[in-house]
């Protein structure tokens, strides 16, 4: 009887406990802090009903990103392979509708769903944004499967930061789309599927 009660209530305390865990994208503190700035960002500019408010706030939230740099043992959702092993693309969902974009080739940029990002070319050289290992990772995985990944926001072939500042002169529309789900220019040198604790 007694190892019946011990089985229960032990079942029952790993049901609550998953019910109360942080978030995978929570637990690395460099993510959480950048996600909680663009929050910080996003949330009074949407409510204010400002558009001035709105692309100050688009305008900032790339600037927070430009000051990442580096990073590493993100934890992310792969939400878009596209391409092939030449020319990849990803997509890697890092917190509540943020995205990271990586990809290898210029054209498939502007094939992707976020064309109006790259309207004019800052670089010619092609953008190598994964690495080789990083695309042999994802020949081995799944859409939908989580991941960790380490790179550095916003280089595309070692040739600095992406500039977005395009995306500024925008109509209020337009930057009200990126505050809600922000996607960011990323190199992503390891990715591996994360390992569930």
């Known amino acids: 009887m007694a190892g019946r009660r011990v089985f229960v209530l032990g079942g029952a305390g790993l049901i609550l406990g998953s019910c109360f865990d942080r978030p995978c994208h929570e637990r690395n503190p460099a993510q959480k802090a950048f996600l909680d700035g663009l929050a910080a960002l996003a949330k009074p500019a949407l409510t204010s009903n400002n558009p001035l408010a709105v692309e100050e706030a688009a305008r900032r939230s790339v600037a927070l990103a430009d000051k990442v740099g580096a990073f590493s043992d993100w934890c992310g959702t792969i939400r878009k392979i596209e391409g092939n092993a030449q020319v990849a693309a990803v997509t890697i969902e890092v917190g509540p509708q943020v995205s990271l974009y990586a990809f290898n080739d210029w054209a498939l940029a502007f094939a992707g769903s976020i064309t109006d990002l790259f309207s ?17 990772a994802l020949k ?58």
Not at 120 to 136: D, F, H, M, V
Not at 142 to 170: N, P, Q, W
Not at 172 to 181: A, I, K, N, P
């Open 140 to 197: 081995t995985m799944r859409l939908g499967e989580r991941v960790t990944l380490s790179g550095r926001m916003g280089e595309i072939a070692g040739s600095g930061v992406f500039d977005l500042s395009h995306l500024f002169g925008k109509s209020d529309v337009e930057h009200r789309q990126f505050l809600q789900t922000p996607r960011f220019v990323a190199r992503i040198e390891a990715l591996a599927a994360s390992k569930k604790t």
């Open 120 to 136: 004019t070319r800052s670089r010619q050289p092609p953008p190598p944004g994964l690495s080789e290992a990083a695309i042999g």
